[in-house]
């Protein structure tokens, strides 16, 4: 790897670290950082007095990472290099290198609030600025302090601005570590395309026919229009094959794909074939695919974003920052000269795009970050002035107390109950964790942490989380089993019926193969469900119910009981029947009117008549709003 750029700055790199308790690293994405920084410093000896931990934003990208270190290293993955994602902790005694997603640092320093374990932490893809990098920077900055004799910390970063967060950290060091990226020619399109998908086919069409040698990576704004995109690619190309002088292969890249296919676009195209990449903006910087040479760039990205007023999550398509304009164009020049189709008009970039992306933590419901920072007890801090990259707003910190009151997380002063330092401990949001300490009260443990760990994998179980689909695949299948519908009491119920039934059949995998489900995603809320029941034992030193144990507890009445369990759980998010409007009502958030989102089991009135209370995950607003994953509480 001595030809990645940062490698030659080794010397320099390991100096100022020497020398410094904080340096920021700013390198183009491709560099080196994440592969490379950890074992310079292993190297040098950092790993003899503690971990170095790397984090990572994105779940992928902590396992591809660690997976491709330990390749170099010639070490096997999970020994002296691992990673840990939530619910997957590839790690041993013997781990030196530890790549793992920022919330599980978070979480780790619950328990441990100096990360004693450390001797070096990388925060980084900072540029990302997800909510939990966010919330870690302000963690970091205190530890630093406390720990500034045996603790390193690198913030690196392929667009961030450097002296933003040199100023955050009392002017620590700025790196530069200038990439090695060969000019790309930005070509505009006239006008914005009626459709996206259709002109990106057209353009990779065309690449494919008139350009030299060389990958096209395709931007599209997610899973559904990758497969769409795809699917057109494969037969375009196959129609073309006849006269065409090249091959190609088209490969999907975004976060839900199994690793076995994403380490795909890693391995690179065989002679005289072309590869169309299609992915989602996870290709922008935290995976760097070689052999890109020409990139297509629609100008959108999918965003969440939180409305604190309303409660209401939205699903937009947005457009891009500048700043990501710019990334997605530098993915062609890392081979050679490239070029950068831009299915918009430079009007468009220069006077519609925002400069930087909106960090997260301005977008974001904060109930789970308030929570965490209530839980670690900083003797010093009032959330309302925690030490802020960037601030969110006044109006969401309020609605994250709000919604943490209405849940006993925090008391009528706003400090954590017991209540609440106890869902804090659990690897799940504030309203599941407290669904789960009810129904250890009320004697339902097992089932609701069936439940718990069945949304962890759902939207890979029920894509889309959509019965429809179940409907579909249940056509096709020979010995039909009918998977239950959740006796029309919602979403939760479904899933546990599902659990249960597989549980009723051995843990068969035919049985899933049988139903539609996918046998990895049910092993692994098998698996989920175990770790779960062990971090509940640990809580509740010695008072979890014992029922726990036992392997389902049939639906005696009626599943009442843990319908109580998520009633207290989502106290703060209940929906009342109205039935002049044929849809609900939230109770909380303004008494907005809301529809049963179509994904889910009860929007099929099977059993004659839509409960007059429920609960709720979250509201989300796409055509019209609605609320997310629903169970019946009446
Ligand atoms: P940066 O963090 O600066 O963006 P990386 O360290 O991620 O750079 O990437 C450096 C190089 O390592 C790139 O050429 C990239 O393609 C390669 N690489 C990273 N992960 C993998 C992997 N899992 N398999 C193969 N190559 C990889």
Same mark, same amino acid.
């Given at each position: 790897?001595?030809?990645?750029?940062?490698?030659?700055?080794?010397?320099?790199?390991?100096?100022?670290?020497?020398?410094?308790?904080?340096?920021?690293?700013?390198?183009?994405?491709?560099?080196?950082?994440?592969?490379?920084?950890?074992?310079?410093?292993?190297?040098?000896?950092?790993?003899?007095?503690?971990?170095?931990?790397?984090?990572?934003?994105?779940?992928?990208?902590?396992?591809?990472?660690?997976?491709?270190?330990?390749?170099?290293?010639?070490?096997?993955?999970?020994?002296?290099?691992?990673?840990?994602?939530?619910?997957?902790?590839?790690?041993?005694?013997?781990?030196?290198?530890?790549?793992?997603?920022?919330?599980?640092?978070?979480?780790?320093?619950?328990?441990? %609030?100096?990360?004693?374990? *450390? /001797?070096?932490?990388?925060?980084?893809?900072?540029? $990302?600025? !997800? +909510?939990? =990098?966010? @919330?870690?920077?302000?963690?970091?900055?205190?530890?630093?302090?406390?720990?500034?004799?045996?603790?390193?910390?690198?913030?690196?970063?392929?667009?961030?601005?450097?002296?933003?967060?040199?100023?955050?950290?009392?002017?620590?060091?700025?790196?530069?570590?200038?990439?090695?990226?060969? %000019?790309?020619?930005?070509? *505009? /399109?006239?006008?914005?395309?009626?459709?996206?998908? $259709?002109? !990106? +086919?057209? =353009?990779? @069409?065309?690449?494919?026919?008139?350009?030299?040698?060389?990958?096209?990576?395709?931007?599209?704004?997610?899973?559904?229009?990758?497969?769409?995109?795809?699917?057109?690619?494969?037969?375009?190309?196959?129609?073309?094959?006849?006269?065409?002088?090249?091959?190609?292969?088209?490969?999907?890249?975004?976060?839900?794909?199994?690793?076995?296919?994403?380490?795909?676009?890693?391995?690179?195209?065989?002679?005289?074939?072309?590869?169309?990449?299609?992915?989602?903006?996870?290709?922008?910087?935290?995976?760097?695919?070689?052999?890109?040479?020409?990139?297509?760039?629609?100008?959108?990205?999918?965003?969440?974003?939180?409305?604190?007023?309303?409660?209401?999550?939205?699903?937009?398509?947005?457009?891009?920052?500048?700043?990501?304009?710019?990334?997605?164009?530098?993915?062609?020049?890392?081979?050679?000269?490239?070029?950068?189709?831009?299915?918009?008009?430079?009007?468009?970039?220069?006077?519609?795009?925002?400069?930087?992306?909106?960090?997260?933590?301005?977008?974001?419901?904060?109930?789970?970050?308030?929570?965490?920072?209530?839980?670690?007890?900083?003797?010093?801090?009032?959330?309302?002035?925690?030490?802020?990259?960037?601030?969110?707003?006044?109006?969401?910190?309020?609605?994250?107390?709000?919604?943490?009151?209405?849940?006993?997380?925090?008391?009528?002063?706003?400090?954590?109950?017991?209540?609440?330092?106890?869902?804090?401990?659990?690897?799940?949001?504030?309203?599941?964790?407290?669904?789960?300490?009810?129904?250890?009260?009320?004697?339902?443990?097992?089932?609701?942490?069936?439940?718990?760990?069945?949304?962890?994998?759902?939207?890979?179980?029920?894509?889309?989380?959509?019965?429809?689909?179940?409907?579909?695949?249940?056509?096709?299948?020979?010995?039909?089993?009918?998977?239950?519908?959740?006796?029309?009491?919602?979403?939760?119920?479904?899933?546990?019926?599902?659990?249960?039934?597989?549980?009723?059949?051995?843990?068969?995998?035919?049985?899933?193969?049988?139903?539609?489900?996918?046998?990895?995603?049910?092993?692994?809320?098998?698996?989920?469900?175990?770790?779960?029941?062990?971090?509940?034992?640990?809580?509740?030193?010695?008072?979890?119910?014992?029922?726990?144990?036992?392997?389902?507890?049939?639906?005696?009445?009626?599943?009442?009981?843990?319908?109580?369990?998520?009633?207290?759980?989502?106290?703060?998010?209940?929906?009342?029947?109205?039935?002049?409007?044929?849809?609900?009502?939230?109770?909380?958030?303004?008494?907005?009117?809301?529809?049963?989102?179509?994904?889910?089991?009860?929007?099929?009135?099977?059993?004659?008549?839509?409960?007059?209370?429920?609960?709720?995950?979250?509201?989300?607003?796409?055509?019209?709003?609605?609320?997310?994953?629903?169970?019946?509480?009446?």
């Amino acid at each position: 790897m001595a030809s990645l750029p940062i490698v030659q700055f080794e010397e320099k790199i390991l100096q100022t670290v020497e020398e410094n308790p904080v340096v920021v690293i700013i390198g183009e994405t491709g560099s080196g950082k994440s592969t490379q920084l950890s074992q310079m410093l292993h190297r040098r000896g950092y790993t003899k007095s503690g971990i170095i931990g790397v984090t990572q934003p994105r779940r992928v990208a902590a396992v591809s990472v660690a997976r491709r270190v330990a390749q170099e290293l010639g070490v096997r993955l999970g020994e002296e290099v691992g990673y840990a994602i939530r619910f997957e902790d590839r790690t041993s005694d013997l781990t030196r290198i530890k790549y793992l997603t920022d919330g599980v640092l978070l979480r780790e320093s619950l328990s441990n %609030p100096e990360l004693n374990e *450390y /001797s070096v932490i990388i925060l980084d893809e900072a540029h $990302e600025r !997800s +909510l939990n =990098t966010d @919330i870690l920077l302000g963690l970091v900055k205190r530890l630093v302090k406390m720990r500034a004799s045996n603790l390193k910390v690198l913030i690196t970063s392929a667009t961030l601005d450097g002296e933003k967060v040199s100023e955050f950290f009392s002017g620590c060091p700025v790196l530069n570590v200038p990439g090695k990226l060969y %000019p790309v020619e930005i070509l *505009y /399109s006239k006008e914005r395309p009626k459709s996206y998908i $259709e002109s !990106s +086919l057209q =353009t990779a @069409i065309d690449i494919h026919i008139h350009e030299p040698e060389g990958d096209i990576l395709i931007f599209m704004t997610g899973q559904d229009d990758i497969e769409k995109l795809v699917s057109k690619l494969e037969e375009r190309v196959r129609n073309l094959e006849e006269g065409s002088c090249m091959d190609a292969i088209t490969l999907p890249l975004h976060g839900s794909l199994p690793p076995e296919m994403q380490v795909r676009v890693f391995a690179p195209a065989p002679p005289n074939c072309r590869r169309f990449i299609v992915a989602t903006n996870i290709a922008e910087t935290s995976l760097t695919v070689d052999g890109v040479v020409y990139v297509i760039d629609s100008g959108y990205v999918k965003q969440r974003q939180y409305n604190p007023s309303t409660g209401m999550y939205s699903l937009d398509v947005v457009q891009i920052s500048k700043v990501q304009a710019n990334q997605r164009a530098g993915r062609a020049g890392r081979t050679r000269p490239g070029k950068c189709y831009r299915l918009y008009p430079s009007m468009v970039y220069e006077d519609d795009f925002i400069d930087v992306t909106v960090p997260e933590i301005q977008r974001s419901s904060l109930a789970g970050s308030v929570l965490y920072l209530k839980s670690l007890d900083l003797p010093d801090i009032d959330i309302l002035k925690f030490d802020f990259l960037d601030p969110p707003s006044n109006d969401s910190l309020e609605d994250a107390l709000k919604q943490l009151y209405l849940i006993d997380a925090i008391d009528d002063n706003g400090s954590i109950t017991s209540v609440g330092r106890t869902m804090a401990e659990l690897p799940l949001e504030p309203s599941l964790s407290r669904t789960l300490m009810e129904a250890n009260e009320n004697g339902c443990l097992s089932q609701a942490l069936t439940v718990a760990a069945m949304l962890s994998a759902e939207t890979t179980l029920l894509p889309g989380r959509s019965s429809r689909n179940i409907e579909k695949k249940r056509k096709h299948t020979p010995n039909e089993v009918h998977l239950p519908d959740g006796s029309g009491l919602g979403d939760h119920i479904q899933l546990l019926q599902i659990y249960e039934q597989w549980d009723q059949n051995d843990y068969d995998i035919g049985w899933c193969k049988d139903n539609g489900l996918q046998v990895r995603g049910m092993l692994f809320v098998k698996d989920v469900r175990k770790q779960l029941c062990q971090i509940m034992q640990k809580i509740a030193k010695g008072s979890l119910d014992v029922r726990a144990d036992k392997r389902y507890i049939k639906g005696q009445q009626e599943y009442r009981n843990l319908r109580k369990a998520l009633c207290v759980g989502y106290a703060n998010k209940l929906g009342q029947r109205s039935i002049q409007h044929n849809g609900y009502r939230t109770i909380g958030f303004n008494y907005q009117l809301v529809q049963v989102h179509p994904s889910s089991v009860l929007t099929t009135d099977e059993y004659g008549m839509f409960p007059e209370y429920v609960v709720y995950h979250e509201l989300i607003s796409t055509s019209r709003p609605y609320m997310r994953t629903v169970c019946a509480v009446e």
